[in-house]
C-alpha cells in the first residue's frame, strides 16, 4: 500500500498546521516551567532578566494556548469525516489560522520584553490586562473572540449542509458554551468580588464543562476509527457525560466561591456538586476501556482474526487519558474540594498538584492522541505501530507528571501542616513554610521531574516527526 503523503480535505491539512504550532507552544510550556521551577530554588535565577511572574504566566498561558489550538485542529480534522463534506470556509478559516497565531507571537513577545507597563488604561490594551489566566492585551482579546467567532461558524456552516453525527450534534451544542463563556472575562466591574465571579465562570466553566465535554467527543470519535467501536454504543456514553458534565460542572463551579465574598449558600452548593464531577470522569474512564474490550470479545466471538486497534499509540494515550482523567481531575480534585479541607489547602501546592495532574490526564493525552491520528491520515498508514521513541514519550512524559504531582502534593501537604494548621496562615508563617526542608525537596523534585518531562517531549516530537515515514508502519 502507498502512502499518500497528503489528507484528503484540506480541513484536515489546516488541522495539521494547528496541531504544529500546539507542539511548539507545548515545548515552549515546558521551557518556562522550568525555568519557573528553578526560580523557585534559586531566586536569583535570571534576575531583571525575566521575572518569575511573567516566566510562570507565560508558562499557564502557553498550556491554555496549546490545548486551544490542539482542540480547533482536532475539530477541523475530524469535522470532515463526521460530515461527509469539506468544511464550509475552509479560506477564512486558513487566515483566521495567522491571525490568531500572529497574534498570540506578538503577546508573547510583549509579555517577554516588555513585562509590565505602567497603571494605565494603556497596558491594559497593550501589554497585559492583569487578570490571572486572561492575561492576553485587550487587542488580542477581541482578536481571539472573532477567530473562535469565525471557527464556529464554519463548523455549523458544514454540520447543516453534510452529515450530522451524534458526536457532531454535542461539539456544536459545546462550541456555542465555549465561544459565549469566553465572553465573561471581557469585562470589569469595579467590585472585586463579582470580578472574580464572572472570572471563575470563564476559567472553571471552560475547562470543566466545555473542555471536558469536547474530549468526550475526542474519545468517542478515536474509539471509531481505532478500534472500530459501535457507534450507538459511544455516542450513548457521551450523552451521558455531556448531561452529568453540565449538571456537575455548572453547580460545581460554587467551590471556586467560597472565599471571595459570595454567599454561603454556595459552601453547600459548591462542595454537593464538586463532589459529583468525578463521577462523569469515572464514566469516561469506564467507556474507554469497558467499550473496546466488549466489543472485542464480541469480534472475536465471530471469528475475526484482527480486532486490534489500527494506531497503537493514540489507543495508548487514549487509555492513558481514562486514568489521568479520573486521577488528576476527579481524586486530586476531590481532596481540596470541601470547604472544611479548602479553607486550609486553597493556594497552596495541593492546587498545583491537581492542576498539573487534571490538565495532563484530562486533556494533553486525548490531544496527543489525536495527533497519531493526524500521522496516520497524512500518511495513509492503515496500521500505525508504536516505536521505540512513542514508548519512551508515553513513559516519561506520563512518570514525569506522576513524580511531579507527588512532589507537589508534599509540598502542599507541608503547607497545611505548618504554615495553615500550626502558624495560622500569617505572611511569616508562608515564609517558615517555605524553608522548610519538605519544602526544598519537593521543589527539588519537581524540577528533576520537569526535566523528565522534558526529554519525554523531545522523544514525542521525534516520533511525530518519523513514525509516519517508517516503512514498517505500512500496510
Known amino acids: 500500500m502507498q502512502r499518500q503523503n497528503s489528507f484528503k480535505y484540506e480541513s484536515q491539512r489546516l488541522a495539521s498546521w494547528y496541531f504544529t504550532v500546539a507542539v511548539i507552544l507545548f515545548g515552549a510550556q515546558l521551557l518556562l516551567g522550568l ?31 496549546w490545548m486551544v489550538y490542539a482542540i480547533i485542529g482536532s475539530v477541523y480534522y475530524l469535522l470532515p469525516e463526521e460530515t461527509g463534506i469539506e468544511t464550509v470556509g475552509i479560506g477564512i478559516a486558513k487566515i483566521l489560522f495567522w491571525v490568531l497565531t500572529i497574534a498570540v507571537a506578538i503577546v508573547v513577545l510583549v509579555f517577554l520584553f516588555i513585562q509590565i507597563g505602567p497603571a494605565k488604561t494603556s497596558t491594559i490594551w497593550f501589554i497585559n490586562e492583569g487578570r490571572e489566566y486572561l492575561e492576553a492585551p485587550r487587542w488580542a482579546d477581541i482578536g481571539i473572540v472573532v477567530v473562535v467567532v469565525g471557527f464556529v461558524v464554519n463548523t455549523f456552516l458544514t454540520a447543516i449542509k453534510g452529515r ?15 465561544a459565549g463563556l469566553y465572553l465573561a472575562g471581557m469585562f470589569y466591574t469595579d467590585n472585586i468580588a463579582m470580578d472574580q465571579y464572572w472570572w471563575w465562570w470563564v476559567i472553571h466553566l471552560w475547562v470543566e464543562a466545555t473542555w471536558e465535554v469536547l474530549v468526550g467527543a475526542f474519545a468517542a470519535y478515536a474509539l471509531i476509527k481505532i478500534v472500530g467501536a459501535k457507534r450507538q454504543i459511544v455516542e450513548m456514553w457521551l450523552w451521558i457525560e ?33 463532589s459529583l464531577e468525578p463521577v462523569p470522569l469515572i464514566g469516561m474512564f469506564v467507556h474507554v476501556l469497558y467499550d473496546w474490550g466488549k466489543d472485542k470479545g464480541e469480534r472475536m466471538g465471530e471469528g475475526e482474526e484482527d ?13 492513558i487519558n481514562g486514568f489521568g482523567n479520573f486521577l488528576g481531575a476527579g481524586v486530586w480534585g476531590f481532596f481540596h474540594t470541601l470547604p472544611q479541607v479548602n479553607i486550609y489547602t486553597h493556594g497552596t501546592q495541593f492546587t498545583a498538584a491537581h492542576g498539573h495532574l487534571a490538565f495532563f490526564g484530562a486533556y494533553a493525552t486525548i490531544l496527543i492522541a489525536m495527533f497519531y491520528m493526524a500521522i496516520q491520515g497524512k500518511n495513509g ?10 514508548k519512551m514519550a508515553i513513559f516519561l ?51 528533576f521531574m520537569g526535566i523528565v518531562m522534558t526529554i519525554g517531549f523531545i ?10 515515514r517508517n516503512p514498517q508502519n505500512v500496510y
Not at 450530522?164 to 465555549?178: F, K, M, P, Q, S
Open 35 to 65: 525555568v519557573a521551577a528553578v526560580q523557585f530554588i534559586y531566586p536569583s535565577f535570571l534576575y531583571d532578566v525575566l521575572d518569575f511572574s511573567v516566566a510562570r504566566m507565560i508558562h499557564i498561558n502557553a498550556l491554555v494556548v
Open 164 to 178: 450530522r453525527t451524534g458526536v457532531i450534534t454535542v461539539i456544536l451544542a459545546d462550541l456555542i458554551a465555549l
Open 242 to 274: 455531556v448531561a452529568m458534565l453540565f449538571g456537575s460542572g455548572i453547580l460545581g463551579l460554587g467551590h471556586h466561591y467560597f472565599w471571595i465574598g459570595t454567599p454561603e449558600y454556595w459552601w453547600e452548593i459548591g462542595a454537593l456538586f464538586s
Open 307 to 319: 480486532v486490534t486497534s489500527n494506531n497503537t499509540p493514540a489507543l495508548v494515550w487514549l487509555v
Open 381 to 390: 498508514i492503515k496500521k500505525l505501530r508504536a516505536t521505540f521513541a512513542s
Open 397 to 447: 512524559l506520563s512518570f514525569g507528571m506522576l513524580g511531579m504531582t507527588v512532589a507537589l502534593t508534599i509540598a502542599g501537604y507541608e503547607q497545611v501542616m505548618i504554615e495553615r494548621a500550626q502558624l495560622g496562615g500569617t505572611w511569616s508563617a508562608y515564609f517558615v513554610a517555605q524553608n522548610e526542608v519538605w519544602m526544598a525537596q519537593a521543589m527539588d523534585w519537581r524540577f
Open 459 to 468: 522523544y514525542l516530537v521525534k516520533d511525530l516527526w518519523t513514525i509516519g
